[in-house]
């Protein structure tokens, strides 16, 4: 196992797509350490893989420090994988809802990354693998203000890549954007509109969890000379939908 004697965070593990990198973590040999707000889900998850979890509210940046602060030694690779879906149109979206995503989606993601690499073996590094998702690559019509926290996350992950390699740190920096992920997240993103997530569910195959945690796995088996900057993955008929499906 290549990931054996490896430790991994894992941010929003209690469920989802997740959940789903730390059971595919653990089987791989990596050590898991699980963070996210329910811990009962988080308790049983840690009793599966053998993992420690700390409960934590990412959208606190004191939460983070805390989080971090609790880990004991050094860790390799950060999955961050924390966030929110609400509906949050521009023209009329509740700011409370705009702040939210923003605190969550993208502050939060940059924070874990810089307490990351202070946790990472200094001389080889580690890896960050931030999932993201295809919004962050074009604008779905009711993507509103989701989309943009999507965009934010992939310039804030070539951003990073860039800041590392002018500092030869040999941290590794990859996305992952899914398309539609069959999870309670997308539940929530259609809040309001089930019709339109039902007839969703008819039209394509969606993804499941598991399918990002795959590609998660082979991202990081990848040899250490190898870095993937961003791996776009959706299901094979996602890609004759219309526009209007599109998350």
């Known amino acids: ?4 004697n490896k ?30 707000r329910n811990q009962k889900k ?3 998850l840690s009793k599966e893989t053998g993992g420690i ?20 030694g050094s860790i390799d690779i950060l999955v961050n994988n924390a966030g929110v879906a609400p509906k949050a149109s521009i023209i009329d979206g509740d ?7 923003l605190n969550v989606n993208v502050l939060a993601l940059t924070h874990c990354c810089q307490l990351a690499l202070k946790k990472f073996d200094p001389k080889n590094g580690g890896q960050i693998v931030n999932i993201s998702s295809m919004s962050g690559h074009r604008v779905p019509p009711s993507g ?7 965009f934010a996350v992939r310039a804030v992950t070539e951003a990073l890549r860039y800041e590392l390699k002018s500092k030869e740190n040999k941290t590794r920096v990859t996305m992952i954007s899914p398309g539609f992920v069959d999870t309670p997240l997308l539940e929530n993103y259609f809040r309001g509109d089930e019709e339109t997530l039902s007839a969703l569910r008819q ?34 008929t996602h890609l004759t939908l219309p526009t209007i499906y599109s998350v």
Not at 144 to 150: E, N
Request: charge should be negative; charged fraction near 20%.
């Open 1 to 4: 196992m290549k990931l054996k």
């Open 7 to 36: 430790t991994a965070l894992v941010t929003g593990a209690s469920s989802g797509i997740g959940e789903a990198c730390a059971r595919a973590l653990s089987g791989n040999g990596a050590k898991v350490i699980l963070t996210g």
């Open 42 to 44: 988080l308790e049983q």
């Open 53 to 72: 979890f700390l409960t934590a509210n990412l959208s606190i940046s004191e939460d983070v420090v805390s989080l971090f602060e609790a880990i004991d």
């Open 95 to 101: 700011i409370e809802a705009f702040q939210t995503l």
């Open 144 to 150: 509103g203000f989701y989309a943009a926290t999507k």
């Open 203 to 236: 039209d394509i195959e969606m993804l499941k969890p598991q399918d990002i945690a795959q590609t998660l796995i082979h991202i990081l088996e990848t040899p250490k000379h190898v870095e993937i900057g961003d791996v776009m993955t959706v299901s094979y």
